[in-house]
């Protein structure tokens, strides 16, 4: 494998993403807490980014502002060229739903609904039809061509995320969010999943963003962020597992010392 270096890059690809001085305080005098303090960071096209760091650092509150699922104190977002705090809700909604996609901890299926079912359920609620050439192709690349017909109580953990993947890839969202979408899973499932992740954004182009606290997860990154007290405190390229526990532990040294 070849590096390219980070300025070649860089210069030609797209921000998906963009937080600017994003600070998110919650509840006021003994109870405030600052969750997010002035973030600016970018997530680009096509690149798979992993944000890490110790419990309670803001990595769920940074993707949740950033995906426009949470509201924020102060700062900006955008989305491609859309900002976020200039839309209504309504607007926010269309917005989360034609160009964003959501992996959780939890699968999130319907129990009533086939697996194909689910996988086009959030296009067809928005009266869209899927492009079939694109759907077949994230479906194989998944593995479940022949599970297609089966209800989630069918089907192991790992295979339920994977519809729940394929679901967040049906509709080509210009940007993917997962918060430890391999929280619940074993480590063979897990790295499954994140397998497929990784393939979406080398093969298909897409832009994912993953919440997590584990460092074999963060490795299939091409890039993770570290947060620490609701700062960005750090950032890596092309990580291996054991580079990123060392940056971790790094951290909560710091944290222990500082607090
Ligand atoms: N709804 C909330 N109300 C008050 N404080 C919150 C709320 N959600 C998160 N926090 C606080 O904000 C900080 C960041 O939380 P979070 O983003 O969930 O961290 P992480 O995902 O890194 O564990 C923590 O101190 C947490 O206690
Ligand atoms: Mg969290």
Redesign the pocket.
Known sequence: MTTTPLADRHATTTVAARATELSKIYGQGETRVVALDQVSVDFRQAEFTAIMGPSGSG??TLMHCVAGLDSFSSGSVRIGDTELGSLKDKQLTKLRRDKIGFIFQAFNLLPTLTALENITLPMDIAGRRPDKQWLDSVISMIGLADRLTHRPSQLSGGQQQRVAVARALASRPDIIFG?EPTGNLDSRAGAEVLGFLRNSVRELGQTVVM?THDPVAAAYADRVVFLADGRIVDELYDPTADAVLDRMKRLDTRTVRTS
Do not use: M, Q
């Open positions: 990595k769920s918060d919440v």
